[in-house]
Nanobody, 124 residues
Framework: QVQLVESGGGLAQAGGSLRLSCTASGGTISDDAMAWFRQAPGKDPKFVATITWNGGTTYYAESVKGRFTISRDNAKNTVYLLMNSLTPEDTGVYYC?????????????????WGQGTQVTVSS
């Protein structure tokens, strides 16, 4: 069974950048669509971005479009989320997720495998 581990979270100042990584073990994600979700304190998880199995197509939530970039390196079994121009509203726990299909969407129930999350805190 695929296991996902996120890293790269931490504290950033508003306007700064962070790059999150999600590395899979126990199997390959090269045929899986991948996504990032985030959960702000006291709120439900929300979609951030998704990428198709080969990296050919990406899709973003409106709130992060133009600031965040999702990418993947299938040789390394890893997906990334580069976050620029961070704002305090980007604060939350960021989760990566994988779906057995090659194309994923913005809904939590499309994804079968989840990481444990990494905390991102943006100070003003």
């Amino acid at each position: 069974q695929v296991q996902l581990v996120e890293s790269g979270g931490g504290l950033a100042q508003a306007g700064g950048s962070l790059r999150l990584s999600c590395t899979a073990s126990g199997g390959t994600i090269s045929d899986d669509a991948m996504a990032w979700f985030r959960q702000a304190p006291g709120k439900d998880p929300k979609f951030v971005a998704t990428i198709t199995w080969n990296g050919g197509t990406t899709y973003y939530a409106e709130s992060v479009k133009g600031r965040f970039t999702i990418s993947r390196d299938n040789a390394k079994n890893t997906v990334y989320l580069l976050m620029n121009s961070l704002t305090p509203e980007d604060t939350g726990v960021y989760y990566c997720a994988a779906t057995p299909g090659r194309y994923g969407g913005a809904y939590l129930n499309e994804y079968a495998y989840w990481g444990q999350g990494t905390q991102v805190t943006v100070s003003s």
